[in-house]
T-cell receptor, first 112, second 116 residues
């Protein structure tokens, strides 16, 4: 089965450090989402792309978060500087419009 | 704006018993509806989806869901649960547009516990 690959699976970092999370969408999928999951807020949409163009990043704190798709095989989510409140599981998902979306296994981020 | 309500935070069911998880959505047009399942430490796996057509949709692992427009509901059912069904279940709604605004809005989830 085709999979969405996220790296790293786990990341522990100190407050103030830059964090980069990577996602390899399934080949042929033109829509990519970034979600964040916490106990308090549940699943929150941070950003999503269609054909590598950002369509909506209204859920993302602009001052510290950035999301890009440098090419069709890679999506990145960066946090700079990181804060303890950013601790969460970050999921990437990819798919085609009208066809459902496949989620990766997530990156568990802990900021101390 | 679209929204999803899953009124049951936690449900406990005996193995072999039937299951129904509730989901109510709010959306101004014809929605796309999804059920996902998440096991501890894992990502979300798509169980089934509704886009149009037959309002009773079949999914993987023996699950089905019924879309009821009049009740704005998309409840998930299984006739006989197995211990391996213990997980968190999420209902999601998405815009039925091919031209953007396809973001999925998720409910808060229902945790399913199976007892012997």
């Amino acid at each position: 089965d085709a999979r969405v690959t996220q790296t790293p699976r786990h990341k522990v970092t100190e407050m103030g450090q830059e964090v980069t999370m990577r996602c390899q969408p399934i080949l042929g999928h033109n829509t990519v989402f970034w979600y964040r999951q916490t106990m308090m807020q549940g699943l929150e949409l941070l950003a999503y792309f269609r054909n590598r163009a950002p369509l909506d990043d209204s859920g993302m704190p602009k001052d510290r978060f950035s999301a890009e798709m440098p090419d069709a095989t890679l999506a990145t989510l960066k946090i700079q500087p990181s804060e303890p409140r950013d601790s969460a599981v970050y999921f990437c998902a990819s798919g085609l419009p009208g066809n459902g979306y496949t989620f990766g296994s997530g990156t568990r981020l802990t900021v101390v | 704006a679209q929204s999803v309500t899953q009124p049951d935070i936690h449900i406990t069911v005996s193995e072999g018993a039937s299951l129904e998880l509730r989901c109510n959505y709010s959306y101004g047009a014809t929605p796309y509806l999804f059920w996902y399942v998440q096991s501890p430490g894992q990502g979300l796996q798509l169980l089934l989806k509704y886009f149009s057509g037959d309002t009773l949709v079949q999914g993987i692992k023996g699950f089905e869901a019924e879309f009821k427009r009049s009740q704005s509901s998309f409840n998930l059912r299984k006739p006989s649960v197995h211990w391996s069904d213990a997980a968190e279940y999420f209902c999601a709604v998405g815009a039925s547009s091919n031209f953007g605004n396809e973001k999925l809005t998720f409910g808060t989830g229902t945790r399913l516990t199976i007892i012997p």
